[in-house]
């Protein structure tokens, strides 16, 4: 065989050798670069997947809003039908009261009280209720047990309300916003607090108690921020 042949073979099976290195490294390339393509579709579809679970989070927080403010509405029309004029009347009597009267009041015990209340008094109980040389208008056990079960049935209407507030059922700003009238000590309003305690307390209406004390700090809050800026 001539020197020419052996350089022709050896050239050729050099050839397989570069080509033989060559095909695992191009595969081994072209791995690399599909595996580098799947990172980046893997990262663009959590992308997508993120922004897809965002988009309905906001949607599920938007509906949850719009729910909670018609369930809000659906709640203040539903205590507008159960506050009756006795129920209101009722109210402005017994918060006039002392702790002492309120027991009595709750164990439906005749008992006397101001004179200041004969108008409400009338629209209550008619006109045959008239005051004393004391100035006291006498109240028996009739009389009691009735403005009793006024008091009582408007603090259960009461109560259903801020059970809902207390949970987040309704909006609870609206609701603070309507109601925290009733708990107002400088206008003579603390939500029937002496009665409230005679009949339990927290144990009788404890959604009334956290809405109570829900209110007074936020009033409290307010005043030392007024004094923190002062």
Request: glycine fraction near 4%.
């Amino acid at each position: 065989m001539a020197l020419q042949d052996l350089g022709d073979i050896a050239a050729i099976i050099t050839s397989f050798g570069v080509i033989a290195v060559a095909i695992p490294a191009w595969n081994s390339h072209r791995s690399t670069a599909l595996s580098q393509k799947d990172i980046v579709n893997s990262q663009q579809a959590l992308v997508t997947a993120q922004q897809e679970l965002a988009n309905s989070q906001k949607h599920f927080e938007a509906d949850h809003e719009r729910s909670r403010r018609e369930k809000t509405v659906d709640i203040l029309f539903e205590w507008d039908k159960r506050l009756k004029k006795e129920g209101a009347l009722a109210r402005k009597i017994v918060e006039t009261f002392s702790a002492e009267q309120c027991r009595e009041l709750t164990s439906q015990s005749p008992m006397q009280v101001s004179a200041k209340l004969t108008p409400h008094l009338h629209q209550l109980f008619g006109k045959n209720l008239e005051p004393d040389q004391n100035n006291l208008i006498s109240l028996n056990e009739a009389h009691s047990s009735e403005l009793r079960w006024h008091v009582i049935t408007y603090l259960n209407a009461l109560e259903s309300v801020l059970v809902a507030w207390q949970y987040s059922i309704v909006d609870r700003e609206i609701i603070e916003h309507q109601f925290s009238y009733l708990f107002k000590p400088s206008d003579g309003h603390e939500g029937l607090k002496h009665f409230r305690v005679a009949t339990g307390g927290e144990d009788s209406y404890p959604a009334i108690e956290i809405f109570a004390s829900h209110i007074m700090e936020k009033r409290r809050a307010k005043l030392v921020q007024k004094a923190n800026v002062a």
